[in-house]
């Protein structure tokens, strides 16, 4: 992808943050893939907008694109997804250890 004249691969977040691109992800999650078309009667755009988010989660490693004939079908590639679980999983430790310590402390209150 090309953004003010310089490369730029899309990470995992960034192509996750927009809720088309979720939306997208879950409709690949169910089926073995999907192609354009298919894809583009379950939005309010046209075509090339739904392809330049294909192309944003294809940048990232999210989907895998493969040509039969004159389409293009897409599936999910998940493995990425995983950095996303992993940084969440952080958090749900680091929130869960806090309550534990508020937890203590609201009981050496009573």
């Given at each position: 992808?090309?953004?003010n ?45 739904v ?40 958090y ?19």
């Amino acid at each position: 992808m090309i953004l003010n004249g310089k490369s730029q691969v899309k990470d995992v977040y960034d192509a996750v943050a927009d809720p088309t691109r979720r939306k997208l992800l879950q409709m690949l999650a169910d089926v073995e893939e999907l192609p354009l078309h298919e894809m583009t009667v379950h939005f309010e755009m046209g075509r090339t907008a739904v392809s330049k988010h294909l192309a944003i989660l294809k940048d990232a490693d999210l989907v895998i694109a493969r040509r039969v004939g004159r389409e293009t079908r897409y599936r999910l590639n998940a493995t990425p997804l995983k950095q996303i679980q992993d940084w969440v999983s952080f958090y749900e430790g680091f929130w869960k250890e806090r309550i534990v310590k508020l937890n203590l402390l609201l009981e050496e209150k009573k």
